[in-house]
């Protein structure tokens, strides 16, 4: 019982309610469907081959993030897609990360919740990424934070602004165009966001990492210096380009020497003024800003610094006045400037003492050498004092608990040519992947203890080995023997260059390492690489000569002196520090950090070289996927187990999969959720082998079973939506007969004549002069009058009454938008309104109507059309002013606009029909619009120029189409017959035979244009009609129509309205639905089936079936006299209609001609009123004997009625109410009689095919 199962319901949900386990949400059921798998451990194989091919299919679908467990892989798309919205971020904020699509908001998420959950610190580490992807997931991890992260104070929101300001600032001067892509980061960069105890920032710290200062000095063609020197040199301000001469980026060579000055999708003077902005947020003083672009300045110039050799072979500076200027921003003596760019000072020692000092001048290349070392050590200290600067503005305002880490460092590098850079770079990137391995293992193993898991080791590659070879000291690696090589051979860098050869010469023994001469190659996890020698001591010194730092030390900017704190000690012996030792100290105090940390990884796979959006290069991903490592990541990942879950987690995902765990939707499980999670398990019949239960987790073995699982979850949803779609639709039949019964009733009683004869009027207008339109041709076209619901109170067109202040007791006849021709334009047309001219615009965001023009009917003179099929009319008045002439509008149902017009104005307006229309535009000023064919006009007319051009259109004597034949169809709701109450039985009445008739002469078809004769006799038509027919061979039924589908698999079910069938079958597809389910019928019946167990079968069209060919009808015998005035009753009309030549009505109004399929012409037209009541009958009774009368008297006359037209019949009365039905017999009808003869056809065939249930629905 109802309220049985309702206790049941609300008990068991009481009980739900405890367990805190919401209710399953129906709208999951239409969630957007899943291409590809979005977490690559569920994937059935497990190679490089299928990962390629996950990846493609959602890089194709926009879909450019997938998981592998905890790791984010991004396919960059090189386009923005729109997915990161503050829509989009609010919907991953507190959720967890099965639930939403992978995104690196569920990145951000999950570190933020867990640091707040756990009280663990995280770090997201962004190695692999090359392109522009990783910026905009750097800047989105940042936004994601400051969004979620709370806090209301203004110290709070302040260090929100000043951490996401530093990225564009950090861009400025850290990133550059590329040949790979236009906004590269040349430096890495470690962000460590601090939040106090309730989990709010508090503070960050940067690291910087590897800056690529060498490109201060070259770049290789097509390629950029750092975006500030673009920036500065086309967007500084007047003043600093007075103080500094800064000029266009054409003028300096170290800007100008690649041949790239601009690059597409980059504004540098926007960016410029970011940076500013960026500047000012961070807290940097004007005079601060001032030093910053004055070191920029110092640097443009030196690379416009030119050496040409004297006598002896030494170097001089070309141009002193270019040195003489840097001389005067660097605020040092010019001389001293000059003298440490061409010559260098050496001193000699003896025994430890210090000797004689030489000064030795330096060739061409030794002077570019010093030259570029001064710029790239300006550069160098100016980026890092930037990054200090900005710590100590970022600096904890308070005590700092937890942080989470954004790591963002150029992913792996390998060129034509590979020098130091690269190999620092692809240390770091070698380090990195190191801990990422041991991380990955050390979570899976500690995962398989804690849940007493049995785990299947994996084989994998430890690059560890790799970092050994570089970075250890025991034996020598590559960095110490560079380190060795520099110390024996500081002064010759040549020297220097062979010794570390020799050197490298000791580690030939290693499997990774080979020795190529000049060159040495490394096998990386990422590949191979082979590194250049030439010039790798020099950069691995990482000093300016002493004469450059005294010279810096000697400066009156104490900026420039600031950004160099380290003091000259020529007598200091200790070695300084190289770059593979700061790169190195740097790299394992990283490792350091995020090994004591949580990190979430985010790998991003660039799809081609083109950067092209649409792009997929699988040979180039193919080896990304393999130097990445990610097949050994999900096989490691998996470990035997492909899915794994909490059992709290699992038991909320699938528990209406069980009967004893659910109830209507609700979760209803009163044991642990361990328990639970086994029932459900048990209840789909999953095999024991393929789970099992650890301490807190559920594990799945293979993915197909979670996909089962998955597929069962969303079968839930569609079944219940098929039960409510049953029901619903036995409702709305239901709903929609018992309607369409209300309707019919009505429509038989309801006085329609009033429409046809208004429509029948505006063919008498034209008069067969004008060219109609297909549309005004309609059956069931009727002049509504009111389209804009004008005279309507509260309806739509209530703002456009009170705007022409149309008064309550007045009515509204007319009202339609139009084209209004302004003459002023004569090329341009806005909407209006008829006689009240009302224009609506937009004022102070509101929409407003006002009347622009108002024409009384009584100004009305004239109203002119052209003879074509256009829309266009002139509504000519009798005084025009100096402003306001003639009215030229386009208007679509401007012959409806006729009827009321001259309806209300006693026909008193002409109506005037040419080619050529003129009209006044003003006073004293006339025009002509011309209307000529134009056949490659499409369907509207086009205005050009005073000429109108529109297509040919209907034929003059055109006439509305004769009303549709409709279906007979029960008269019993179709509702299934549950709800719906029988039609009673009616008696079937006899329907009376007409006696076969022959005509005595041949029918000889005519000239379509010559003008029909009445027909003699309706009944011999219809028997030569119906003689042919049955003569013919009958052809086959059409082909259906419907789609042809063969399975693809079984599917078997037991559900009610679903279909089973097996593979191979075909079905016929009848509807289609978005949700995935089709409705499809067999041999064994009708049902719903799911789509993508289908595929279309492509029906070869039938052959047509030959036209049997036609005889020639007999001669027809002498006519028998036809009464005038006869009159049948309905029935015996629907008969006559039904046997009619071709199927086409009895009727053709508006005195236009017609012929059957044998050529011969109809009879002349049948006026049927409506609202024939049951007394109707009676009077077609009555006509009927009137007839038989006139018939005995007229038979002397047959010879000539078929000869010759009738010039008047004998007319029955017809009373005001309608409620009486005759047939008017006329050779020659008049156009009142036709417009009356189509309306009463109309309305009869529709009420009439209902006779059956009149009595029915009368009671």
Same mark, same amino acid.
């Given at each position: 019982?109802?309220?049985?199962?309702?206790?049941?319901?609300?008990?068991?949900?009481?009980?739900?309610?405890?367990?805190?386990?919401?209710?399953?949400?129906?709208?999951?059921?239409?969630?957007?469907?899943?291409?590809?798998?979005?977490?690559?451990?569920?994937?059935?194989?497990?190679?490089?081959?299928?990962?390629?091919?996950?990846?493609?299919?959602?890089?194709?679908?926009?879909?450019?993030?997938?998981?592998?467990?905890?790791?984010?892989?991004?396919?960059?798309?090189?386009?923005?897609?729109?997915?990161?919205?503050?829509?989009?971020?609010?919907?991953?904020?507190?959720?967890?990360?099965?639930?939403?699509?992978?995104?690196?908001?569920?990145?951000?998420?999950?570190?933020?919740?867990?640091?707040?959950?756990?009280?663990?610190?995280?770090?997201?580490?962004?190695?692999?990424?090359?392109?522009?992807?990783?910026?905009?997931?750097?800047?989105?991890?940042?936004?994601?934070?400051?969004?979620?992260?709370?806090?209301?104070?203004?110290?709070?929101?302040?260090?929100?602004?000043?951490?996401?300001?530093?990225?564009?600032?950090?861009?400025?001067?850290?990133?550059?165009?590329?040949?790979?892509?236009?906004?590269?980061?040349?430096?890495?960069?470690?962000?460590?966001?601090?939040?106090?105890?309730?989990?709010?920032?508090?503070?960050?710290?940067?690291?910087?990492?590897?800056?690529?200062?060498?490109?201060?000095?070259?770049?290789?063609?097509?390629?950029?210096?750092?975006?500030?020197?673009?920036?500065?040199?086309?967007?500084?301000?007047?003043?600093?380009?007075?103080?500094?001469? #800064?000029?266009?980026?054409?003028?300096?060579?170290?800007? %100008? @020497? *690649?041949?790239?000055?601009? /690059?597409? =999708?980059?504004? !540098?003077?926007?960016?410029?003024?970011?940076?500013?902005?960026?500047?000012?947020?961070?807290?940097?003083?004007?005079?601060?800003?001032?030093?910053?672009?004055?070191?920029?300045?110092?640097?443009?110039?030196?690379?416009?610094?030119?050496?040409?050799?004297?006598?002896?072979?030494?170097?001089?500076?070309?141009?002193?006045?270019?040195?003489?200027?840097?001389?005067?921003?660097?605020?040092?003596?010019?001389?001293?400037?000059?003298?440490?760019?061409?010559?260098?000072?050496?001193?000699?020692?003896?025994?430890?003492?210090?000797?004689?000092?030489?000064?030795?001048?330096?060739?061409?290349?030794?002077?570019?050498?010093?030259?570029?070392?001064?710029?790239?050590?300006?550069?160098?200290?100016?980026?890092?004092? #930037?990054?200090?600067?900005?710590?100590?503005?970022?600096? %904890? @305002? *308070?005590?700092?608990?937890? /942080?989470? =880490?954004?790591? !963002?460092?150029?992913?792996?590098?390998?060129?034509?040519?590979?020098?130091?850079?690269?190999?620092?770079?692809?240390?770091?990137?070698?380090?990195?992947?190191?801990?990422?391995?041991?991380?990955?293992?050390?979570?899976?193993?500690?995962?398989?203890?804690?849940?007493?898991?049995?785990?299947?080791?994996?084989?994998?590659?430890?690059?560890?080995?790799?970092?050994?070879?570089?970075?250890?000291?025991?034996?020598?690696?590559?960095?110490?023997?560079?380190?060795?090589?520099?110390?024996?051979?500081?002064?010759?860098?040549?020297?220097?260059?062979?010794?570390?050869?020799?050197?490298?010469?000791?580690?030939?023994?290693?499997?990774?390492?080979?020795?190529?001469?000049?060159?040495?190659?490394?096998?990386?996890?990422?590949?191979?690489?082979?590194?250049?020698?030439?010039?790798?001591?020099?950069?691995?010194?990482?000093?300016?000569?002493?004469?450059?730092?005294?010279?810096?030390?000697?400066?009156?900017?104490?900026?420039?002196?600031?950004?160099?704190?380290?003091?000259?000690?020529?007598?200091?012996?200790?070695?300084?520090?190289?770059?593979?030792?700061?790169?190195?100290?740097?790299?394992?105090?990283?490792?350091?950090?995020?090994?004591?940390?949580?990190?979430?990884?985010?790998?991003?796979?660039?799809?081609?070289?083109?950067?092209?959006?649409?792009?997929?290069?699988?040979?180039?991903?193919?080896?990304?996927?393999?130097?990445?490592?990610?097949?050994?990541?999900?096989?490691?990942?998996?470990?035997?187990?492909?899915?794994?879950?909490?059992?709290?987690?699992?038991?909320?995902?699938?528990?209406?999969?069980?009967?004893?765990?659910?109830?209507?939707?609700?979760?209803?499980?009163?044991?642990?959720?361990?328990?639970?999670?086994?029932?459900?398990?048990?209840?789909?019949?999953?095999?024991?082998?393929?789970?099992?239960?650890?301490?807190?987790?559920?594990?799945?073995?293979?993915?197909?079973?979670?996909?089962?699982?998955?597929?069962?979850?969303?079968?839930?949803?569609?079944?219940?939506?098929?039960?409510?779609?049953?029901?619903?639709?036995?409702?709305?039949?239901?709903?929609?007969?018992?309607?369409?019964?209300?309707?019919?009733?009505?429509?038989?009683?309801?006085?329609?004549?009033?429409?046809?004869?208004?429509?029948?009027?505006?063919?008498?207008?034209?008069?067969?002069?004008?060219?109609?339109?297909?549309?005004?041709?309609?059956?069931?076209?009727?002049?509504?009058?009111?389209?804009?619901?004008?005279?309507?109170?509260?309806?739509?067109?209530?703002?456009?009454?009170?705007?022409?202040?149309?008064?309550?007791?007045?009515?509204?006849?007319?009202?339609?938008?139009?084209?209004?021709?302004?003459?002023?334009?004569?090329?341009?047309?806005?909407?209006?309104?008829?006689?009240?001219?009302?224009?609506?615009?937009?004022?102070?965001?509101?929409?407003?109507?006002?009347?622009?023009?108002?024409?009384?009917?009584?100004?009305?003179?004239?109203?002119?059309?052209?003879?074509?099929?256009?829309?266009?009319?002139?509504?000519?008045?009798?005084?025009?002013?100096?402003?306001?002439?003639?009215?030229?509008?386009?208007?679509?149902?401007?012959?409806?606009?006729?009827?009321?017009?001259?309806?209300?104005?006693?026909?008193?307006?002409?109506?005037?029909?040419?080619?050529?229309?003129?009209?006044?535009?003003?006073?004293?000023?006339?025009?002509?619009?011309?209307?000529?064919?134009?056949?490659?006009?499409?369907?509207?007319?086009?205005?050009?120029?005073?000429?109108?051009?529109?297509?040919?259109?209907?034929?003059?004597?055109?006439?509305?189409?004769?009303?549709?034949?409709?279906?007979?169809?029960?008269?019993?709701?179709?509702?299934?017959?549950?709800?719906?109450?029988?039609?009673?039985?009616?008696?079937?009445?006899?329907?009376?035979?007409?006696?076969?008739?022959?005509?005595?002469?041949?029918?000889?078809?005519?000239?379509?244009?010559?003008?029909?004769?009445?027909?003699?006799?309706?009944?011999?038509?219809?028997?030569?009609?119906?003689?042919?027919?049955?003569?013919?061979?009958?052809?086959?039924?059409?082909?259906?129509?419907?789609?042809?589908?063969?399975?693809?698999?079984?599917?078997?079910?037991?559900?009610?309205?679903?279909?089973?069938?097996?593979?191979?079958?075909?079905?016929?597809?009848?509807?289609?639905?978005?949700?995935?389910?089709?409705?499809?019928?067999?041999?064994?019946?009708?049902?719903?089936?799911?789509?993508?167990?289908?595929?279309?079968?492509?029906?070869?069209?039938?052959?047509?079936?030959?036209?049997?060919?036609?005889?020639?009808?007999?001669?027809?015998?002498?006519?028998?006299?036809?009464?005038?005035?006869?009159?049948?009753?309905?029935?015996?009309?629907?008969?006559?209609?039904?046997?009619?030549?071709?199927?086409?009505?009895?009727?053709?109004?508006?005195?236009?001609?017609?012929?059957?399929?044998?050529?011969?012409?109809?009879?002349?037209?049948?006026?049927?009123?409506?609202?024939?009541?049951?007394?109707?009958?009676?009077?077609?009774?009555?006509?009927?004997?009137?007839?038989?009368?006139?018939?005995?008297?007229?038979?002397?006359?047959?010879?000539?009625?078929?000869?010759?037209?009738?010039?008047?019949?004998?007319?029955?009365?017809?009373?005001?109410?309608?409620?009486?039905?005759?047939?008017?017999?006329?050779?020659?009808?008049?156009?009142?009689?036709?417009?009356?003869?189509?309306?009463?056809?109309?309305?009869?065939?529709?009420?009439?095919?209902?006779?059956?249930?009149?009595?029915?629905?009368?009671?």
């Amino acid at each position: 019982p109802p309220k049985k199962a309702a206790t049941k319901r609300k008990s068991l949900a009481g009980k739900a309610a405890a367990k805190k386990i919401e209710k399953a949400d129906w709208k999951e059921g239409f969630k957007k469907k899943q291409v590809g798998v979005s977490d690559m451990t569920m994937l059935s194989k497990v190679n490089n081959e299928a990962i390629n091919e996950n990846l493609k299919k959602r890089f194709e679908n926009h879909e450019i993030y997938t998981y592998i467990g905890h790791v984010l892989i991004s396919v960059n798309p090189f386009k923005d897609l729109g997915i990161y919205t503050d829509e989009i971020l609010k919907s991953y904020t507190g959720k967890n990360r099965l639930e939403m699509p992978p995104h690196v908001y569920a990145v951000a998420e999950s570190a933020y919740y867990n640091m707040n959950s756990y009280q663990e610190n995280h770090g997201e580490s962004g190695a692999g990424k090359t392109e522009a992807a990783k910026r905009e997931i750097y800047i989105q991890i940042m936004q994601y934070i400051a969004t979620v992260s709370g806090g209301k104070s203004s110290s709070i929101q302040e260090i929100k602004d000043m951490v996401l300001a530093t990225n564009p600032l950090l861009e400025s001067f850290g990133c550059a165009k590329t040949l790979r892509n236009n906004n590269s980061s040349r430096h890495g960069k470690y962000l460590e966001i601090q939040f106090n105890s309730v989990g709010e920032p508090v503070g960050a710290v940067i690291t910087n990492y590897l800056l690529e200062k060498g490109r201060v000095v070259g770049q290789i063609e097509n390629e950029r210096n750092f975006h500030i020197f673009y920036q500065f040199t086309k967007a500084a301000s007047d003043e600093y380009r007075e103080q500094f001469g #800064i000029q266009g980026p054409e003028s300096y060579l170290y800007t %100008s @020497r *690649s041949q790239c000055l601009d /690059v597409d =999708g980059i504004d !540098d003077s926007k960016d410029y003024s970011d940076t500013l902005e960026a500047m000012e947020v961070i807290g940097l003083t004007q005079d601060e800003q001032n030093n910053i672009f004055r070191m920029l300045a110092i640097i443009l110039w030196l690379g416009n610094v030119v050496f040409e050799e004297d006598d002896n072979g030494n170097s001089v500076v070309s141009d002193e006045n270019v040195t003489n200027f840097i001389a005067y921003i660097m605020e040092v003596d010019e001389g001293a400037l000059s003298k440490v760019l061409t010559s260098r000072m050496i001193e000699t020692a003896r025994g430890g003492r210090r000797g004689s000092v030489y000064d030795v001048p330096l060739n061409l290349v030794q002077a570019s050498a010093v030259r570029d070392a001064l710029a790239k050590g300006i550069y160098n200290n100016l980026f890092e004092w #930037i990054v200090e600067r900005i710590n100590a503005a970022l600096r %904890s @305002r *308070s005590a700092a608990s937890y /942080v989470i =880490g954004v790591l !963002d460092i150029y992913g792996f590098e390998i060129f034509e040519e590979n020098s130091f850079e690269q190999l620092c770079i692809n240390y770091v990137n070698e380090k990195l992947q190191q801990i990422f391995i041991e991380l990955t293992l050390k979570t899976e193993q500690e995962e398989y203890v804690r849940e007493k898991i049995k785990w299947t080791p994996i084989d994998f590659f430890n690059n560890k080995v790799v970092c050994d070879l570089i970075e250890e000291k025991r034996p020598p690696g590559v960095f110490a023997a560079l380190n060795d090589a520099c110390a024996t051979a500081h002064a010759d860098s040549d020297a220097a260059d062979n010794s570390f050869i020799q050197r490298l010469g000791s580690l030939s023994s290693n499997p990774h390492f080979e020795s190529r001469g000049s060159k040495f190659l490394i096998k990386h996890y990422a590949g191979d690489v082979f590194y250049s020698i030439p010039q790798m001591t020099d950069k691995n010194k990482d000093q300016l000569v002493k004469d450059l730092l005294e010279l810096i030390a000697n400066s009156e900017n104490k900026f420039l002196s600031k950004i160099f704190p380290h003091q000259v000690d020529r007598d200091s012996k200790k070695r300084p520090p190289t770059a593979s030792d700061k790169i190195k100290t740097s790299a394992n105090a990283l490792v350091n950090n995020l090994m004591q940390a949580q990190p979430s990884y985010i790998r991003t796979i660039k799809p081609n070289q083109n950067k092209s959006p649409i792009e997929y290069d699988q040979k180039m991903v193919l080896h990304q996927i393999k130097y990445l490592g990610l097949n050994e990541n999900i096989r490691v990942r998996r470990a035997g187990f492909a899915y794994r879950q909490t059992f709290e987690k699992f038991l909320e995902r699938f528990y209406l999969l069980s009967k004893k765990t659910s109830y209507a939707g609700e979760c209803i499980w009163q044991g642990d959720p361990k328990s639970g999670s086994e029932r459900i398990l048990k209840d789909c019949n999953i095999a024991s082998e393929e789970w099992q239960m650890g301490v807190t987790k559920a594990f799945i073995r293979h993915p197909e079973t979670i996909w089962a699982l998955e597929h069962l979850r969303d079968r839930y949803w569609h079944n219940m939506a098929l039960r409510i779609q049953r029901a619903y639709r036995n409702y709305i039949r239901y709903k929609n007969e018992c309607a369409t019964r209300i309707q019919r009733c009505w429509k038989k009683n309801k006085d329609q004549i009033i429409y046809v004869q208004l429509r029948d009027y505006g063919h008498q207008i034209l008069g067969e002069r004008k060219e109609r339109r297909r549309f005004s041709l309609l059956s069931m076209r009727k002049f509504v009058g009111d389209y804009l619901n004008v005279g309507v109170a509260g309806g739509s067109g209530e703002a456009i009454r009170n705007a022409c202040n149309i008064k309550s007791n007045e009515t509204v006849a007319f009202s339609s938008k139009i084209q209004l021709l302004v003459p002023r334009l004569a090329r341009t047309s806005k909407p209006k309104k008829v006689i009240y001219i009302v224009i609506s615009q937009i004022e102070k965001k509101l929409l407003t109507m006002n009347v622009e023009r108002s024409i009384n009917l009584t100004s009305i003179t004239k109203i002119s059309l052209s003879n074509l099929r256009d829309d266009w009319m002139i509504i000519h008045i009798d005084n025009p002013t100096k402003e306001l002439g003639d009215l030229v509008c386009s208007c679509y149902f401007k012959t409806e606009f006729l009827v009321h017009l001259l309806q209300r104005t006693g026909s008193r307006v002409e109506v005037n029909i040419a080619a050529n229309i003129e009209y006044t535009k003003k006073i004293g000023k006339t025009a002509k619009i011309k209307f000529v064919k134009d056949e490659t006009v499409q369907r509207n007319d086009v205005y050009k120029s005073q000429t109108v051009s529109v297509c040919s259109g209907e034929p003059a004597n055109s006439v509305s189409n004769p009303p549709c034949q409709r279906k007979e169809t029960s008269s019993k709701p179709k509702a299934g017959g549950k709800t719906v109450k029988p039609a009673s039985k009616i008696a079937s009445k006899t329907v009376p035979t007409r006696a076969a008739q022959t005509e005595s002469s041949r029918v000889v078809p005519k000239s379509p244009n010559e003008q029909k004769a009445p027909r003699k006799s309706s009944e011999s038509t219809e028997k030569i009609t119906q003689r042919t027919s049955t003569s013919a061979r009958i052809p086959p039924p059409p082909p259906s129509r419907n789609p042809m589908y063969k399975g693809l698999y079984d599917f078997m079910t037991e559900d009610d309205g679903e279909l089973s069938f097996k593979k191979g079958d075909i079905l016929e597809v009848m509807e289609k639905d978005d949700n995935g389910w089709w409705l499809a019928k067999n041999d064994d019946g009708q049902g719903w089936v799911p789509s993508n167990y289908l595929e279309e079968v492509k029906v070869a069209a039938p052959k047509p079936v030959p036209v049997p060919a036609k005889r020639r009808p007999p001669p027809p015998p002498a006519p028998v006299q036809q009464p005038q005035g006869r009159a049948t009753s309905p029935r015996s009309l629907r008969k006559d209609e039904e046997e009619g030549s071709d199927g086409e009505s009895a009727n053709n109004v508006g005195g236009g001609s017609t012929r059957n399929k044998y050529g011969n012409e109809k009879s002349a037209p049948v006026s049927v009123f409506p609202g024939m009541s049951s007394g109707g009958w009676k009077a077609a009774l009555e006509a009927k004997k009137a007839a038989a009368r006139a018939t005995e008297s007229s038979s002397a006359n047959e010879e000539t009625e078929q000869d010759h037209p009738v010039a008047s019949t004998k007319k029955i009365p017809i009373s005001d109410n309608i409620n009486e039905i005759v047939y008017f017999k006329s050779e020659t009808p008049s156009k009142a009689q036709q417009s009356l003869a189509e309306a009463a056809t109309r309305n009869r065939l529709t009420a009439g095919e209902q006779d059956e249930d009149e009595d029915e629905e009368w009671d």
